[in-house]
């Protein structure tokens, strides 16, 4: 049988496809074979069952993930969103709130200066102004 040192379980292809997804797919490969961490238990069993599920060999845990790896980018971000809305430091708009306030504490928010248009300066505010100047 061949050499498969360099590339692994990509082998069982031989030359076909192209170099560069042979790569991908020993990538796939790689990081879907590599231990996880269980979230319930914390050890390091988790195995994959199907695509998209995965067991935890020591709890029996079944939970939905990728389908290659538990733990996508995507559910990351969604569950850092979740638990910022639940915990509700990211965005709690109420009726008696200053929305000057929540613009201050929000991040990657940048202030918009105020305009005004003609329209909403009453008599009182145009004098106001020019006797300023």
Do not use: H
């Not at 790896?69 to 639940?86: C, E, F, H, L, S």
Request: glycine share 6%; net charge positive; charged share 35%.
């Amino acid at each position: 049988m061949a050499r498969t040192k360099k590339v692994g379980s990509t082998g069982r292809y031989g030359s076909r496809y192209g170099a560069k997804l042979r790569r991908r797919v020993l990538d796939i490969d790689n990081r879907r074979k590599e231990p996880n961490r269980c979230p319930a238990c914390a050890t390091k069993a988790l195995k994959r069952k199907a695509a998209g599920l995965w067991e935890c060999s020591k709890c029996s845990l079944i939970f939905a993930g990728g389908a290659y790896v538990p733990y996508t980018d995507a559910g990351k971000a969604a569950k850092r969103a979740i638990a910022q809305r639940v915990s509700g430091d990211f965005l709690s708009l109420r009726e008696n709130e200053d929305i000057e306030d929540v613009v201050d504490f929000l991040p990657n928010v940048e202030k918009e200066e105020i305009v005004i248009d003609a329209e909403t300066v009453t008599d009182a505010d145009a004098t106001t102004s020019t006797e300023e100047e």
